[in-house]
């Protein structure tokens, strides 16, 4: 039997916190490999609860549900940020416990490494050269999102000997085929297979996607970069297999990361299964909900089932800058929406909006007037960085203009560094007053 080993790898980085991070696409490839006869491994350099990680740190600086900080040491600064005022860091795990685990697997034919933001590009590289440091001769194959928005920059920087951008089957089909190994997978993957987290020993949480795609195009945003449609999954599959994970492994958090989970009457299927199933769980929604989507019986479902974290997509409270980036979302939306949430029983403690900072041609003054929204509504604000998504509309609009060229390194464009350079954005100290306002006005709400 074939054994691949896959590998999600360290982030590299200024900053980085672990907002239930999983590599989602890594455990569908594990159960689709599973369902062709191919054995398949997991190392996840970013599991805070891996058992190797006790003797580094025996408080796993748990924060809120399941949340919580990673491990972290202080590496040197690549050339393109040396000038910029910030230590880089690798988080996850320490090179000893990644060498430890690699070598413990044995007769490898291959590994897949994954990919996330593209500015963690330098954690890809790291990984993949420790990868081949301790099976020179087995070949290292590279997908995800940063293989796919950048495959280019990724063939030339990553170190893998072959890189499959897209996203779905298509990927996996090229490299089991870079391997000789000729599958069709003539199977939909999405609605027959669950990710698999049997892979993880002690696992305190799941992430999951009910649906793929968005059918919004934001100018800032890449999922319809990477995805060509919206899909939903069976609801009736997706609350079974909630249950399973629920009853089995005993996870009481689960997170569900989809763009946009709300769109058609998917979402309150899903409801009523949780509710016919009788899943005992908190959820959350951490990834920014459509506010035009959340009438009263949606608010109410959530409520009924437990819902501790939803994030609201607020942007930006400009209508003209609402429209010109896509027209997601107006402030009557999140009246009602909130109007709507509140009225079911939630409060600031489970309610949230993303508020954008840093938009080309925003204001400070239209983050303070998005603050003003959330003190009005008593819901907590939470301020989201922009960032350049090459591929994007934004992203083609800032390369025209001439902000910065298209082979830039990726980490200039990550949030927490943009301020740095970019002078016709908001300056570091702007980001800091704006931030600070924010977490004052969360404080008050939440006392």
Known sequence: MKKILLVNPWIEDVSAYDYWLKPLGLLYISSVLKHIGIQSILIDCLDRYDDELITFSPKFGEKYYGTGKFLES???????IASIPRRFKRFGFPEEVLRKKIRQVKNVDCVFVTSMMTYWHYGVH???RIIKDEMPSVPVILGGVYATLLPEHARRYSGADKVCPGTGTEPLKMALGFLGINETLDFDWFDDLDPDYSVYKSARYAVLISSLGCPFKCTYCASSLLWNSFVRRDPVKSARFVKHLTASKGLSDIVFFDDAILVGSGFK???????RLRIKARFHLPNGVHARFIDRETADLMYMNNFKTIRIGLETSDPVMQNSTGGKVNLDDIFVAIENLSSAGFTSREISAFIMVNLPGQSEEDVLASLRICEELRISPSLNEFTPIPGTVQWKEL???????EDIDPLLLDNSILPYWWKEGFSPDAVQRLKEKAWSLRRRLND
């Open 269 to 275: 299927r899903l409801m009523e299964e949780f509710e």
């Open 126 to 128: 790291d990984t993949i």
């Open 74 to 80: 202080e590496i040197p600064k690549p050339q393109s």
């Open 399 to 405: 390369t025209r203009g001439g902000v910065f060229d």
